[in-house]
C-alpha cells in the first residue's frame, strides 16, 4: 500500500474506535448532571507496541483509559471493531453495535483496499500474546458498508429504547437510541429546540422516539429525524410471552407466525 494511504487507514481505524467507545459510553446513561452540563468524555488513548514497515505490521494497546470509560469497556469496543468488519465482509448490513457513522468510518478505512487479501487488511485481536478474534478485511468491506449505509427508504414511525451516546456541543446535539428490538444503534437527528425533551429523557430506561425513519434496503434503521420523545415507564409493558402472539396482546389471536400469515391470505 502506499504510505500515504496506510497512515491514513490507521488514523480512520483509530477514530473509528472513538466512535465505538462514545457510543459504549453512551450504553450505560449517567444518572448524575444532565448532559448540556456535563463534560466531553474523554476517549482511550493508544500506543504502539510493534510497528513494521514493507506490509506495515502494526500492534496497538491502550496507552490511557479515562475515568468515563474503563478497560472492559475498551474489551468490547475491540471485539465490535474485529466483528463489525468481518461481518462487513459477509454481507451489506451495518454490523452490530456499529451506528451508521461507524459504517461510513469502517467505509473509509477499507478504501485503499484491494479486491483480495493480498492487497487487504488483516486484524487481530490478542489476549495475553493468544489470538481471541481475526478477522481478513478487503474491498468487499467497502462496498457492502457503502451499501448499508445507503437511505432506502422513508417513513414515519417510532423505536423504544433508551438513549446514550448523548451530547450537546457548540449548539448541535447529538444523541444514538439503543433500541428495545433487535438492540440496533440508531443516530437521531434532533433540533435545538429538542433540548428539553432529551435532557428529560436522558437516564431514563424507556422512551419512545417518533420522527421519520430512515432504513437501508436490508431494513436496518440508517437515522430518525426526531419529531417527539415520550418517556415511558421503567418496565416493558408486554412481557416475552404476550411478545410471541405479535407486538400487542392478542394481535394473531394466539396463532402462530405462519398460521396467521395463511389467515390473511385466505388459506385457512
Not at 454490523?95 to 468510518?105: E, I, K, V
Not at 437515522?223 to 421503567?234: G, H
Request: with cysteine.
Amino acid at each position: 500500500m502506499d504510505a500515504a494511504d496506510t497512515l491514513k487507514a490507521m488514523e480512520t481505524l483509530l477514530l473509528l474506535l472513538k466512535e465505538l467507545e462514545s457510543t459504549e459510553i453512551g450504553h450505560s446513561p449517567s444518572r448524575g448532571r444532565p448532559p448540556a452540563t456535563r463534560k466531553r468524555p474523554k476517549y482511550t488513548r493508544w500506543t504502539f507496541t510493534q510497528l513494521g514497515l514493507g506490509s506495515t505490521r502494526a500492534a496497538l494497546a491502550p496507552l490511557y483509559v479515562p475515568d468515563d470509560s474503563s478497560y472492559d469497556r475498551v474489551d468490547r469496543v475491540l471485539h465490535q471493531t474485529v466483528t463489525g468488519f468481518a461481518a462487513a465482509e459477509a454481507s451489506p448490513e451495518i454490523p452490530q453495535d456499529w451506528t451508521a457513522s461507524a459504517a461510513q468510518l469502517g467505509v473509509a478505512v477499507a478504501r485503499t483496499l484491494g479486491a483480495s487479501r493480498d492487497v487487504g487488511m488483516r486484524l487481530v485481536l490478542r489476549t495475553d500474546g493468544e489470538t481471541v478474534l481475526e478477522a481478513e478485511v478487503t474491498e468487499r468491506a467497502r462496498r457492502h458498508l457503502r451499501d448499508a449505509i445507503k437511505a432506502r427508504y422513508t417513513s414515519i414511525g417510532s423505536r423504544r429504547g433508551h438513549l446514550g451516546g448523548l451530547s450537546d456541543t457548540r449548539g448541535k446535539l447529538r444523541a444514538v437510541l439503543w433500541s428495545e428490538v433487535g438492540h440496533e444503534r440508531i443516530p437521531l437527528v434532533c433540533e435545538g429546540e429538542q433540548r428539553e425533551q432529551l435532557r428529560q429523557a436522558w437516564g431514563r430506561d424507556r422512551v419512545e422516539v417518533t420522527g421519520r425513519i430512515t432504513e437501508n434496503a436490508q431494513g436496518q434503521v440508517v437515522s430518525i429525524k426526531v419529531d417527539e420523545i415520550e418517556l415511558l415507564s421503567t418496565e416493558p409493558s408486554l412481557s416475552a410471552e404476550d411478545l410471541r402472539g405479535g407486538f400487542w396482546p392478542d394481535m394473531t389471536g394466539g396463532l402462530g407466525a405462519l398460521e396467521h400469515l395463511a389467515v390473511i391470505r385466505g388459506e385457512a
